[in-house]
């Protein structure tokens, strides 16, 4: 009776998430690749008929929102790596016992909802707003000058929009480095460059990285900044699909976008994990 | 474990350095904390000087600031006060990436992303060493420490005793004047700790390099040391070979610290020449070399090792230190019986008795028994 328990727990214990992922993650992604598959219009109604064209059309329609979806993650990606590092840096090596405060502080705004703080930049960034509105009486930039509607601002919302996630694997990451390694670098002649090359920056690493997947992947398929913050010319492929489903109402259409989308982003990060998952990437840093 | 190389042995050998200029020295040496708006003194004026060469041990209970002045000698504290002096250059203010020593940490602190070769090279790599010298060289020292066919390891894939080792070559391998050891065999256990023991001592003969050992171990300190200081409270207490340290502790700290000690203290009666007798009760007189300062009526403090003392019921003659009192425990060890002995004042005495002849005893809990000793045996304590 205990075995039997013993060996029914693990699958007991996993059943409330299973059962979670089941109903609301599997059961719509067969459903979108039903729709993805299908044709018609909403008026008289849709059937499954293999039609591949929604995906053919839909690459071809919208490959630049694709192309440029992609290049608004990656370059927004690039700048949390950036802005994140030293921020995850000096809470972990500096904060001292204030820590958690520091931590605290750079979630504060993110109490606020995803669409109000993106709303909340856009006033700021307003072409009178209260950046450009004093420098433009001040004249120190022209009066057309504008900074909403360019890419931009779409790249800077989708970077701070999700800066946490990228800061707090980093930030782990370092948390879990123990001083005395640090110490025994310097103690074998690495000064504070070679300290940091050798080994705080492979030693990041694992945070980088699943600070890469936590952000490239939410900002690259995100709809919300460039709906707010961009121009017509801004157009990620997230907005694509969300016309398609709630405009037009072109489901097959919109659910092979979402697929495209959804099989680029895994290719993407499998590529990216055979590159920098593995410990080759460790063996280079120690020479 | 193999025997190190001809050219190993030389290839590890230091720069010729005088002999007569200490391989470290601390002069005078403070280090202040503040903590919680508090100004702690860790080390409260340290002054010592480490002998080219030398297996040299700081020793003393945790908090005694013995880590604090190893990591004073390798840089990573700066001092309040005091100069530290490597082979009588002023390094005080150089930092340790600079410093001619290398550290073996006391959770060995190996580079966790790094296989052993690299943990190994890292030293050599910083100082630019070529290629072919740092193959040499590293092969040579994983030698030494018994791990060649082990290089591709990562730290976490091996055992305590393997970690230890690769810390230790990862720090030989450069061939520091000095190797500074902080508890190093602390996380391991004991049979481990005892093997290592012996072969640190065999890798230091063999490199000849000075090596520091920081420790709260006595037993591995006595083992181990050419000299030992003994530290308590941010102070040096005594600074001797290990044999003085046991034999003749020189103050209350270090007797109580090292080994089982009987302290006891009386009031000297009668001082001629240099010798002192004190009367604890009526039938006890005990005799203890003086150095002159001491006159009668003075209360001193003295101790005396519990295997140096002979119990016996009959009272025993000679010009012996004797002393009168119950026994109240004994304790059978094997090798020898423990005695515990409680004198007319309440002061109680450990006597240990060799199970050299037969396994009686030569008392029981509630004799009445006679303690007695060489006076040589037993010290004033400062």
Redesign the interface.
């Given at each position: 009776m205990n075995r039997l328990r013993a060996a029914l727990t693990p699958y007991a214990l996993i059943f409330p998430g299973g059962l979670w992922l089941a109903i609301f993650f599997v059961v719509p992604t067969i459903v979108m690749l039903s729709l993805s598959l299908q044709s018609g219009d909403v008026v008289n109604g849709f059937a499954f008929t293999f039609n591949w064209h929604s995906y053919v059309d839909g690459i071809a329609n919208f490959h630049d929102q694709i192309i440029r979806s992609v290049l608004y993650g990656l370059a927004a990606t690039v700048i949390q790596i950036i802005v994140g590092f030293p921020v995850a840096y000096w809470i972990a090596f500096r904060g001292g016992s204030r820590k958690s405060v520091y931590l605290f502080l750079l979630l504060l705004p993110f109490l606020v909802s995803f669409v109000l703080r993106t709303i909340s930049w856009q006033f700021f960034l307003s072409d009178n707003g209260l950046l450009l509105g004093p420098l433009k009486s001040a004249g120190l930039v022209p009066q057309d000058f504008h900074i909403l509607a360019t890419s931009v601002a779409v790249i800077g919302g989708l970077a701070y929009n999700f800066l946490p996630f990228m800061v707090l694997p980093i930030y782990v990451a370092l948390e879990r480095i123990?001083p005395?390694?640090l110490?025994?670098?310097?103690?074998?002649?690495?000064?504070r460059t070679?300290t940091f090359l050798?080994?705080v920056l492979?030693?990041s690493m694992p945070g980088v990285f699943a600070g890469v997947l936590m952000t490239f992947v939410p900002a690259t398929s995100d709809y919300v900044n460039a709906s707010v913050l961009g121009g017509t010319g801004n157009t990620m492929i997230g907005n694509v699909i969300q016309n398609q489903f709630l405009v037009n109402q072109d489901y097959p259409t919109a659910s092979a976008l979402s697929f495209t989308l959804m099989a680029l982003l895994l290719v993407g990060i499998f590529v990216y994990a055979r590159a920098l998952g593995t410990d080759d990437v460790?063996?280079v840093?120690?020479? | 474990m193999t025997e190190i190389q001809a050219g190993a042995g030389a290839a590890v050998e230091a720069a010729p350095v005088s002999q007569d200029v200490p391989a470290i020295e601390l002069d005078n040496v403070v280090k202040e904390y503040v903590s919680h708006g508090e100004v702690v003194r860790a080390v409260k004026g340290v002054s010592l000087a480490i002998t080219e060469g030398e297996f040299f041990s700081l020793l003393g209970p945790s908090g005694c600031g013995k880590t604090t002045s190893m990591r004073m000698i390798?840089?990573?504290e700066d001092p309040t006060g005091g100069v530290v002096r490597l082979h009588g250059e002023d390094v005080t203010s150089v930092?340790?990436?600079?410093r001619d020593v290398?550290?073996v940490?006391?959770?060995y602190?190996?580079?966790?992303?790094?296989?052993v070769w690299?943990n190994v090279a890292?030293?050599l790599?910083?100082?630019k060493v070529p290629d072919a010298e740092i193959r040499r060289r590293v092969g040579e020292i994983l030698e030494v420490v018994d791990l060649v066919g082990r290089e591709k390891r990562r730290p976490k894939e091996m055992s305590g005793g393997q970690q230890q080792r690769v810390a230790l070559a990862?720090?030989l391998v450069?061939r520091p004047r000095a190797l500074l050891l902080d508890e190093p065999l602390g996380a391991l256990d004991l049979k481990l700790r005892q093997a290592m023991q012996i072969e640190l001592k065999r890798i230091q003969r063999e490199v000849g390099i000075t090596f520091v050992y920081v420790t709260h171990d006595q037993g591995e300190a006595l083992t181990m040391s050419d000299r030992i200081a003994v530290m308590n409270d941010g102070l040096v207490e005594q600074l001797a070979e290990p044999r003085e340290i046991y034999e003749r502790p020189s103050t209350k700290f270090v007797a109580g610290f090292i080994g089982t000690s009987n302290l006891l203290s009386g009031a000297v009666q009668t001082v001629s020449g240099d010798t002192a007798v004190l009367a604890l009760g009526p039938s006890d007189r005990i005799v203890i070399p003086v150095d002159g300062t001491v006159s009668a009526g003075d209360t001193v403090d003295l101790t005396v090792r519990p295997e140096k003392i002979t119990i016996t019921k009959e009272q025993p003659a000679g010009d012996l230190s004797v002393v009168r009192g119950t026994v109240s425990e004994v304790v059978y060890l094997g090798t020898y019986n423990s005695y515990l002995v409680v004198l007319a004042d309440g002061a109680e005495i450990t006597v240990f008795e060799q199970n050299a002849h037969d396994s009686t005893i030569t008392a029981e809990r509630g004799d009445t028994v006679w303690l007695s000793w060489q006076p040589r045996h037993s010290y004033e304590l400062r």
């Open positions: 123990d005395r390694v110490e025994a670098a310097q103690d074998l002649y690495a000064g070679q050798r080994v492979p030693l460790l063996e840093a120690a020479r | 390798a840089g990573f930092p340790p990436n600079k290398n550290m940490f006391q959770s602190a190996l580079f966790p992303h790094m296989n690299d890292f030293g790599r910083r100082r990862r720090a450069n």
